[in-house]
Structures are given as C-alpha cells and as structure tokens.
C-alpha cells in the first residue's frame, strides 16, 4: 500500500512559477513510476508528466513540455513538478500517482494522491 499527499497548489498569476510536491508513504516507493496527471473542470484526467524509478526517464505532455520538470527524491520518498510559464490553461486539479509501469492512461495507475488545485490568473 502506497499513500500520496500532494501540496504546493494555489493561485499563480500567468507567467508565474509553482513547485508541486507529493509526499509518500509506505513500501517501496523507488519501485513505481510516478505521474502527474491535471483534470480540469468537465474534462478527463490527463497525464502531464511521468517519471521511471531513478529518474532515469521521464514523460511530458506536449502541452507542458519545455515549462514543466517532474524530478523525484527516492531518500525523501518524494516526487515534485515544477511549473514554470505557467498558463491559464494549465490550471486545474492536480494528482499525483503510482504505477508499476510506464502507463499513460490513469486506469494503469495504482495509486492516488486527494489532489492539490492550481489556479492561474489571466
């Protein structure tokens, strides 16, 4: 069993910066992949970004790619997305999780995290 804790959401003006972090807990964390997915109002949850077990690989969306960094501490047992250039668009839920492949969907992933909201003013 596998516990995320997102933090670091909030509201960001346009052009602005956040640092997503999810806290884990439980076995064998460095195991997983991790992933940042978004869900925006009304729509599906998506995968942003995603990240191998050493941080050896990593997934962006092409929507956030070249403005957002996924990175992982496996002593910390902690993953983290940072955000730069952030856009309107960009705000919505965010979600971390655990997979035990490199999937794309969220039905390929194990475990989740409540969600920590972000929200960018225009």
């Known amino acids: 069993q596998v516990q995320l804790v997102e933090s670091g959401g909030g509201l960001v003006q346009a052009g602005g910066s956040l640092r997503l972090s999810c806290a884990t807990s439980g076995r064998s964390f460095s195991s997983y992949y991790m992933g940042w997915f978004r869900q925006a109002p009304g729509k599906g949850r998506v995968l942003v970004a995603r990240?191998?077990?050493?941080?050896?690989?990593?997934y962006y969306s092409d929507s956030v790619k070249g403005r957002f960094t996924i990175s992982r501490d496996n002593a910390k047992n902690t993953v983290y997305l940072q955000m730069n250039s952030l856009k309107p668009e960009d705000a919505a839920d965010y979600y971390c999780?655990?997979?035990?492949?490199?999937?794309?969907?969220?039905?390929?992933?194990?475990?989740w995290g409540q969600g920590t909201q972000v929200t960018v003013s225009s």
């Open positions: 999780a655990a997979a035990r492949g490199p999937n794309f969907h969220w039905s390929g992933y194990d475990y």
């Open positions: 990240i191998n077990w050493n941080g050896g690989s990593t």
